[in-house]
């Protein structure tokens, strides 16, 4: 939940300008959400921020809905209304939550993620930074290797382009900020590091700086609270700039701290909080749980698999793999009862691929709140993800391993079996 705003003129003469201050409630575990109370404004201090906001929140609780966190952009008054509403961003005593009055209920604080990175982009190309060992971390390199790319006439596999480096005009729009701290731009940069190209000599701390986007929650923490203005100037959290540094420091703490209150607990409603591209995303655990009923659906669909594909694979090994002799009651049952003869039994490691594309489908359709899904979602997007899965998972067909290292790696019999499960199911 949190306030939005928008800048508007109430007649033509604009003799009356106007701040639209909006409130969205936006649900965690449902993919919704409303706008609940908007106000024209004409300024607003912290003060006056921190009471619409508890108005708002006491409004929604009457009705039994909980607010578990609140998400608003990097503004000073922001940042003030949460510090009056007990919140503390002093890094020696930060606590990035706080209780709605007469309640004990914590409600944490997330500094929205979009805005952040813009902030921190404009920081790094304006002024640089230096990390805790006193290395420079430089937006210089991000021209050179656009520099380099534009007069190569080839790009290392990135979307950096003269729109990204000269941003200025087009400075609100996250997919550019986004594009530039990217791992693919950290990966060129390496690649020209390693061909020792003298205008990328010492860019190993600019590549860490993007790369730390990326790292887990704790290291890049621990990273940002320690990043410097200059080798003897102010850490960047209590600096001028504060505001995209102390923004992300403050939105892991409550990120951890959320997990905690709604993952941790027993009983609770929820098993993710999954971070996408920055963004949160909540799951609800009944989307993601293969439930005894499903698993022996999935498995029963998986012998229709199996049928077809023993039908088309050639390589008597391989088919081996996809069927048991014997029924096993855990996976099985569903296929026992129906078979009068005829239907195979699925083996473990098809039926478990099954299980994943079944996984991956769910999410989709929680992702695009549609029982129909959008053209994105097509066979190649759940075969990048299914197979992106199961390279990581190397005990898939481990019975087969043998049998690939007769093969060469382009013709791996196990990610053909993958792909041919997860197309025909
Ligand atoms: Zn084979």
Not at 63 to 78: E, H, P, Q, R, S
Not at 179 to 202: H, I, R, W, Y
Not at 374 to 390: D, G
């Amino acid at each position: 939940m949190g306030p939005e705003y928008c800048k508007g003129g109430l007649d033509t003469n604009e003799k009356f300008h106007f701040i639209l201050c909006e409130f969205l409630l936006t649900c965690i575990n449902q993919n919704w959400k409303i706008p609940i109370a908007y106000y024209f404004i004409k300024g607003i201090n912290a003060e006056e921020k921190k009471n619409l906001l508890l108005n708002c929140i006491s409004a929604v609780h009457q009705y039994n809905i909980k607010v578990v966190a609140v998400t608003f952009d990097g503004l000073k008054t922001n940042f003030r209304m949460a510090c009056l509403l007990g919140a503390n961003f002093n890094i020696n005593s930060f606590q990035t939550w706080f209780h709605l009055p007469n309640t004990s209920d914590k409600i944490f604080i997330f500094l929205d993620p979009s805005h952040l990175i813009k902030i921190i982009r404009n920081v790094f190309e304006k002024k640089g930074m230096m990390n805790a060992m006193d290395n420079i971390i430089s937006w210089q390199y991000i021209k050179e290797l656009h520099l380099l790319q534009e007069q190569e006439g080839l790009h290392i596999a990135n979307k950096l382009r003269s729109i990204h480096v000269n941003f200025f005009k087009q400075k609100m729009k996250v997919r550019l900020a986004a594009q530039t701290l990217s791992k693919s731009v950290t990966d060129a940069m390496q690649f020209c590091n390693t061909l020792k190209l003298p205008q990328f000599e010492g860019c190993d701390a600019t590549i860490y700086f993007i790369h730390i986007m990326y790292a887990k929650l704790n290291e890049c923490f621990k990273y940002i609270c320690n990043l410097k203005e200059s080798r003897h100037g102010k850490l960047l959290i209590n600096s001028p700039k504060k505001a995209g540094f102390l923004g992300f420091c403050i939105s892991i703490k409550s990120l951890m701290g959320l997990y905690d209150m709604l993952c941790e607990e027993p009983n609770s409603s929820l098993q993710y909080i999954i971070q996408i591209n920055n963004i949160a995303l909540y799951c609800d655990k009944n989307s993601q749980i293969i439930t005894r009923f499903s698993r022996s659906i999935v498995s029963y669909i998986a012998g229709f698999v199996v049928h077809f594909l023993t039908k088309k694979i050639n390589c008597t090994q391989c088919v081996e793999a996809l069927t048991e002799l014997q029924p096993n009651f855990d996976h099985h049952d569903l296929i026992s009862i129906k078979n009068k003869g005829g239907l195979l039994y699925p083996s473990k490691d098809v039926i478990f691929i099954c299980e994943i594309c079944e996984k991956c489908i769910r999410l989709a359709i929680m992702e695009s709140n549609s029982p129909v899904l959008p053209p994105k979602y097509n066979v190649h997007f759940f075969l990048t993800k299914i197979l992106s899965y199961f390279i990581e998972n190397h005990t898939i067909f481990s019975k087969l391993n043998k049998h690939t290292l007769e093969q060469i790696g382009i013709d791996n019999h196990i990610i053909h079996l993958i792909r041919a499960i997860a197309t025909k199911i």
